[in-house]
Every structure is written in C-alpha cells, then in structure tokens.
C-alpha cells in the first residue's frame, strides 16, 4: 500500500455520521489520508448539527456536501484503500463494485439525525462524534504501510468490536 490512503465513508443518507467520519478522518490523517464520504441514498444536504458538532472541535468541515457513492464507483473516481460504513443500510446494501476492491469494514454508529429534542440530538451528534474520533483515531495508529489488506481489515474490525 502506498503511503497516503484513501478512505470512504459510507452511510445511506451522507448527511450526518459519514460526514462526521469523512471529516475526521481528513482532520486526523494529517495527509496521511485522503478521506471522502457518500451515501446510497443521499438526502443532497449536511446535516447543520454535523457541521455544528466539527466546529465546536475545531475540525475543518470546507467542502462537507451530501453526495451519492456512485460518484466514486466510476472513472476519475479516486482508488479507495478503505471503506468504512457507519449504519446499518449501508452495511447491508449491494454496493457498487468498487473500482481497486477496497477492503470494507462496518463501524455502525446509532444515528443521531432524528434525535428529539435538539438537545438531546446535539448530545447524540457528540456521542457519534466521540465514538468516530476514537475507532479513527486507534486506526490511524495502526502501521497500515506495512500491513496487509487482511490485516488492516481484522483490524478495524477489532476497533469496532473494541467500542
């Protein structure tokens, strides 16, 4: 594997945790990651409380847009290293065949999105956000240039049970 990884985040929706994620991974990768984010079923807006939760933590959110995973199925899309979906559908969904067969890993995190009321949303976003910081921040440590894909894929996998 080369020495700067691109990583998709995938939800149904791309509005909220994928976002989260995305950004995350960006932000913490320091260049060590090109991250981006998409959903099956794109609702075409971010979530206001996602962008709201990344600035309180001073993660950089420019460019946060709600966008479908076919953009990165076809040419000139990006090779992706890693795909990591963060709900449920995503996870169980027949996804596209993914150009490079990244390795993919489930990193379900309870949606925060539809949380009442907005104070215990902001609450669910924090929760979501925590928990993303923490399984990024525990792969990122890992030494991925010289693992393999099965090992990186046992290894996110061992994050997420982990949580």
């Known amino acids: 594997m080369s020495k700067s990884f691109k990583v998709l985040v995938l939800c149904t929706g791309n509005s909220a945790r994928s976002i989260l994620g995305e950004m995350l991974f960006k932000h913490l990768g320091r260049g060590r990651v090109e991250a981006y984010s998409a959903g099956s079923k794109p609702g075409g807006v971010v979530n206001p409380v996602a962008i709201e939760t990344l600035q309180k933590h001073g993660v950089p959110c420019e460019g946060a847009r709600s966008k479908s995973w076919d953009e990165f199925a076809v040419p000139p899309a ?27 890993a489930h990193w379900g995190i309870p949606d925060p999105a539809h949380v009442e009321p907005m104070s215990a949303r902001r609450e669910a976003f924090e929760k979501a956000y925590q928990s993303l910081k923490q399984r990024i921040e525990a792969f990122l440590a890992l030494p ?9 894929l046992a290894a996110a996998r061992r994050i997420h049970a982990g949580d």
Do not use: K, Y
């Not at 890693?82 to 027949?94: D, H, K, L, S």
């Not at 991925?144 to 990186?152: H, P, Q, T």
């Open 78 to 104: 990006p090779t992706i290293d890693f795909i990591f979906t963060v709900c449920g559908n995503a996870a169980q969904e027949t996804c596209p065949v993914w150009p490079g067969h990244p390795t993919t």
């Open 144 to 152: 991925l240039e010289s693992m393999s894909r099965d090992e990186a």
